[in-house]
């Protein structure tokens, strides 16, 4: 997922690990996450999600597997 960092430094930013395991991972993936992490801390991560990590196809995905409605425009830069 994050081949292009160390593994301490990904899992120090961890809302942009879960929110690049939300974008890119397989269901296997998404699956572990969310037992390990638990459907709470989901929500806050896709709540603050940074611009550009999140494709139209996920964000909309997270929106509905969460349970959080509608999901709105993606995040853009202001």
């Not at 397989?26 to 037992?35: G, K, P, R």
């Not at 597997?65 to 509608?70: C, D, E, S, T």
């Amino acid at each position: 997922m994050v081949w292009w960092d160390t593994p301490d430094r990904v899992l120090a930013r961890e809302d942009d690990f879960l929110r690049r395991v939300m974008a890119l991972g397989n269901l296997a993936d998404v699956n572990y996450i969310e037992n390990t992490y638990g459907p709470d801390r989901l929500r806050r991560t896709l709540r603050t999600a940074s611009v550009g990590i999140l494709d139209p196809r996920s964000w909309h995905y997270w929106h509905h597997r969460l349970g959080r409605g509608a999901a709105g425009p993606l995040p853009s830069r202001q």
